[in-house]
């Protein structure tokens, strides 16, 4: 990767990047077993874009009201993992979040998803609640 990381909170211009961001991580997530549940659709949205300099390579969407925040999607494009673009985002979005009140957060990784189970319990967020089910 040529040039230095940036984390910076999306503008109009990344919204291609983050919808195609979504969309893969909506097809990945299919990988693993039981589906993305939708935490919370009230609230204002953050977005935040991280990258390569000026290449949006990871991007990461939370839903916000006043004392809570879901994170939405957390995606980095396959070649730029392991770097800690994820570790940024989390990072810059806490960041965040302690400076407008938050007082908590939750996301959801699937079984078997361990990089993103990783991710999160990197930056103290950790399992609230095992949900099980079968299809009938």
């Given at each position: 990767?040529?040039g230095s990381?940036?984390?910076r ?14 969309s893969?991580?909506l097809?990945e997530?299919?990988?693993?077993r ?6 919370s ?6 977005s935040?874009?991280?990258g390569?300099?000026?290449t949006v ?5 939370a839903?916000?009201?006043?004392t809570?925040a ?8 396959p070649e730029?993992?392991?770097?800690g ?5 989390i990072h810059?979005?806490?960041t965040?979040?302690?400076?407008r009140g ?10 078997g ?21 079968k299809?009938l």
């Amino acid at each position: 990767m040529v040039g230095s990381s940036f984390v910076r909170t999306a503008i109009d211009t990344d919204a291609t990047a983050i919808a195609a961001h979504r969309s893969a991580s909506l097809t990945e997530s299919d990988l693993y077993r039981g589906h993305v549940r939708n935490l919370s659709s009230s609230g204002s949205e953050l977005s935040l874009v991280a990258g390569f300099g000026t290449t949006v390579m990871a991007s990461l969407t939370a839903r916000i009201d006043k004392t809570h925040a879901v994170i939405q999607h957390v995606f980095v494009v396959p070649e730029s993992r392991e770097v800690g673009l994820g570790d940024s985002l989390i990072h810059t979005l806490i960041t965040e979040l302690r400076s407008r009140g938050v007082q908590f957060i939750e996301a959801q990784a699937l079984p078997g998803d361990r990089g993103m189970k990783n991710l999160f319990e990197r930056h103290g967020l950790i399992a609230q609640t095992i949900i099980v089910g079968k299809s009938l």
